[in-house]
Structure formats: structure tokens, C-alpha cells
């Protein structure tokens, strides 16, 4: 395991102090960043598996969608975006600290003198780098093969910065949270993917929005990525498509409150429930 080096900084009275905890996060993230990427296995998994997905639906499903002014393939890349923003933050988060709590890497960390806001910080650079990568990625895929174009106005770009940066800490935070649930570090990827998934079939990633029954919709609206899916349609589908939303419209503001509620409560679930701890381990 590689730790973060912490400096100490001496001031004009002499008393030596640590830096400050956000400056000890770049570094974190900075390290996080790096050891993510030196395991090309699990880069290629992350930015593949969603890409994968949208290749295989978007060709079996690739008629006109009636009434919408949008084919189907185009409907499953923003979808398929807003999967891939909770793969990289939820996904990736709740596993991959569940892991660390396991192998006692929390515990030695909690015996540096780090602030523990500097880990978080640190995880929190990871997912915004391979976030915005992942979706990157799949939005170059949809405009080379599904049509998709790029929003030609402001409004529509700043509606996609707020969608994403809501969107990924939401998703992060619960993460996070959800990292205390698994007893042990190979249990993890069970807890974590199964809701997920389950998450992604009822939220319209994977399935049309409109042929989703009304009351797994009211389920699925309790949670961020039907949200989230519902966002990127808007920006990068035409108005036309809005008809085949539940609410017949976007609903910008509903979709605001709603991660911005999850935030908030993600991160009080954080407050509550982390543990640098295996249960077992007192």
C-alpha cells in the first residue's frame, strides 16, 4: 500500500503544524488517480462495461421511438451516461472502501496524523476525474454512432455542468455509505451491485422510460439516477422526447431538489454510519 506523505510546516512562532486538510486531499487524489490507473484491468472494466452496454442495446433496440423525434439508440446514451457517472462514484466507492476497511487500510490511515477530510477529498478527486472520463467517452460514442448532438445553447450546457456535479457527489456520498454495509471486503461488490442493478433496470437505463410501470417509476424517483437519466435526456435529446417522461416534461427543478436532497442526506449517512473499522475488530 502506498500512504501519502505528510509534510510539516513550521510557522513564525515556530510550532509545528500539519497542512491543511484540503491541500493534503489534492495530494490523496493525486495518488488515488494514479494507483487507479496503474491497474488496467479494472480501467478497462470501469470505462468499458457501460460502453459495452450501450453497444449491445442500442443495436438490438434502434427503431424510432413514436412520437418522440428520437430513435432508441439515441434514448440509451444518455441513459447509459448517467449509469456510467453512478458506476465510477457509487459503484466504484462503496466496493473499493469496503475493500480497503477489510485489509486495515482505513486503520493505519486513521493512525496518521492525515485529517480524515483529506481521504474523502482524495476519493472524491478520483470519481470527478474518472466521471468525467467516462462520460466523455460515452458522448463521443453517441455523436460518431447514434446521432447524438451537441447542445447548442448555454442554458442546456449549464443544466449538464449542475445534472453532473450534483449527480456524482450524490452518488459518491452514497457510496461511501453504502462501503459500511458489507461485512467483509469480499462480500462488497455483492451489496453494492445487486441494488444498482435492480437500480438501473426501474430508474430507465436499460428500458424505456415509458414502458416502465408507473409504480416501479415511483420507486425508482426515490433515488438519484432516475434523475439523473431524466437530466441528460433533456440536454441532449431534442424537446420532442420530453413527451415519453412520466411527468410529460423535464422537470429541471424536480431534478434539483431532488440530488441536492441526496447530497445532504448522503452525507449525513456518511457522518453516521463510516466506520475505519471492521466490526469484528472492535
Not at 453497444?55 to 427503431?63: E, K, N, R, V
Request: glycine content about 8%; some cysteine.
Amino acid at each position: 500500500m502506498t500512504t501519502t506523505t505528510t509534510r510539516v510546516r513550521t510557522d513564525e512562532s515556530g510550532t509545528q503544524r500539519l497542512p491543511a486538510a484540503w491541500r493534503l486531499g489534492l495530494h490523496r487524489g493525486a495518488l488515488e488517480i494514479k494507483q487507479f490507473f496503474r491497474l488496467r484491468d479494472q480501467v478497462v472494466f470501469t470505462f468499458a462495461f457501460p460502453i459495452v452496454f450501450l453497444f449491445l442495446f442500442a443495436s438490438i433496440f434502434s427503431d424510432d421511438v413514436t412520437g418522440a423525434g428520437v430513435t432508441a439508440s439515441q434514448l440509451y446514451v444518455p441513459a447509459m451516461m448517467a449509469a456510467g457517472i453512478m458506476t465510477t462514484s457509487f459503484q466504484s466507492l462503496g466496493i473499493s472502501i469496503a475493500i480497503e476497511r477489510d485489509e486495515k487500510v482505513l486503520r493505519r490511515l486513521r493512525g496518521t496524523p492525515m485529517p480524515p477530510a483529506a481521504y474523502f477529498i482524495g476519493k472524491i478527486w478520483l470519481v470527478l476525474v474518472t466521471g468525467f472520463l467516462e462520460t466523455l467517452i460515452l458522448l463521443v460514442v453517441g455523436i460518431t454512432f447514434y446521432d447524438v448532438e451537441l447542445p447548442s445553447d448555454a442554458t442546456r450546457w449549464l443544466n449538464f455542468g449542475w445534472i453532473f456535479l450534483l449527480g456524482l457527489t450524490a452518488c459518491a456520498l452514497l457510496g461511501i455509505a453504502i462501503s459500511s454495509v458489507p461485512k467483509t471486503g469480499k462480500s462488497a461488490t455483492s451489496v453494492v451491485v445487486l441494488p444498482f442493478l435492480v437500480l438501473q433496470f426501474i430508474s430507465g437505463v436499460y428500458i424505456s422510460i415509458d414502458t416502465i410501470p408507473d409504480w416501479m417509476l415511483n420507486i425508482s424517483a426515490v433515488f438519484p439516477l432516475k434523475w439523473m437519466c431524466q437530466g441528460l435526456r433533456g440536454v441532449f435529446l431534442p424537446e420532442s422526447a420530453q413527451v415519453l417522461e412520466q411527468a410529460g416534461s423535464w422537470e429541471y427543478g424536480r431534478i434539483a431538489l431532488v440530488l441536492g436532497a441526496w447530497c445532504v442526506g448522503g452525507l449525513l449517512l456518511c457522518l453516521l454510519t463510516f466506520r475505519w473499522k471492521n466490526r469484528r475488530d472492535g
